[in-house]
């Protein structure tokens, strides 16, 4: 699925959804990204180069694009916000709680690593400058699992 603008003047208001299949000339799959924590959902660039969309492949239908477009250029208001930003708008909580489960972990990792390593023969984990970096860290975790 290919959100798009169809009007640039409105805006995110003048967005339509369309589904774009695999294979359509013009369409393809471009760099696939390396990512540092959520591995389970592939990320990549899609490119469209003169690609060229079937108007049945418009999500909701020609009548329904016309409709929120011309209620757009009138400035009414549908009363709710794009669908593009809906779905961040419910997807912000999971991705807040993933990001802070990541920071738990990388938090938990680090101190098990500095467990037993000293510097100038005093445990790393009594060093004062040492305590200070674990405890930010440890207080924006705490303040971030608060927030989600």
Known sequence: MVVATVDPEL???GQASFVVPKGTPGFSM???ES???IRAS???EVVLEECRVP???LLGGYEKIERKLDRARSGLSSGRSSNALATF???RPLVGASALGIAQAAYEWTLEHLEGR???GVPLLEQQRVQQVLADVAT???ASRLLV
């Open 42 to 44: 592939q990320t990549a």
């Open 118 to 120: 000293s510097a100038d």
């Open 140 to 142: 924006e975790i705490e």
């Open 11 to 13: 805006g995110h208001r």
């Open 89 to 91: 708008e419910l997807t």
């Open 35 to 37: 990512k540092l924590g």
């Open 55 to 57: 108007m049945d492949h």
């Open 30 to 32: 471009g760099k696939k």
